[in-house]
C-alpha cells in the first residue's frame, strides 16, 4: 500500500509505510486523538488489516492513528515504540491488556507512566478485544475511554473483569530473592 488515500475508508490517508509498520490517518472533528492497534490478522502474507474503524472514530468525532504491525511482534520489534511516538504527542494514555501468562510478555514490556491507566484483565489473554465484544463491553469501554469518562470507565472494566495495572500486580506472587 503507497502513501495516499485509502479507498476502503473514506478520508483515511496513509501517513507513515516503514516495513513492518504501516500507519494510517483518520481526520476527526474533535479534540481526542485514538490510536487504534490493529491485532495479527488472519493471513500471514498481508499487512494486519484496520481494526475498530467506527468505533475509534465515533462517527468521525476522533481523530484515529491506526497502527499496523506486519511482523506482528505485537509493538515489540526494535525502533517500532519509537516511530509510533514520533507520529503523536503523548497525552491522555489508555491501555488495555489480558493478564494470561502469554500476554504478560507483552504487559511487562510497557513501561509504567504516571499520565496512563493501565488496565489488565486477569482472565483474557490476546482475544480480549474479541471477549468484550461478545460480552457486550467493548463498545462501552471504548467510549468512556475515548469521551472521558474516567469513573465509568473504571466501573464498566471492574464489572468487566478487569483492574488497574497497579492492583493486578499486587495479585502476582512476589520475587524472593535468596542470598548467596
Known sequence: MGI??????????????????????????GKTL?????????????QPPIEFFKMASQERQN???FVSDASRSWMNAPG??????AAIEKTDIRIFHG????ERIHLDRFPRDPRAKHFVFPDMDH????????KRRLERIIDHAIVGRPWKLR????????MLREAFDETLPQKIELAA
Open 63 to 65: 481523530h484515529v492513528l
Open 80 to 85: 517500532l515504540a519509537r516511530q509510533i511516538v
Open 34 to 46: 485514538v490510536i487504534s492497534l490493529s491485532g495479527v490478522g488472519t493471513k500471514r502474507w498481508e
Open 4 to 29: 495516499g488515500v485509502n479507498s476502503t475508508f473514506p478520508g483515511l490517508r496513509v501517513v507513515a509505510v516503514e516495513p513492518p509498520l504501516a500507519l494510517s490517518y483518520l481526520p476527526g472533528q
Open 155 to 162: 466501573r464498566e472494566v471492574e464489572d468487566s473483569g478487569g
Open 99 to 102: 493478564g494470561s501468562l502469554d
Open 127 to 134: 482475544r480480549l478485544t474479541f471477549r468484550l465484544h461478545k
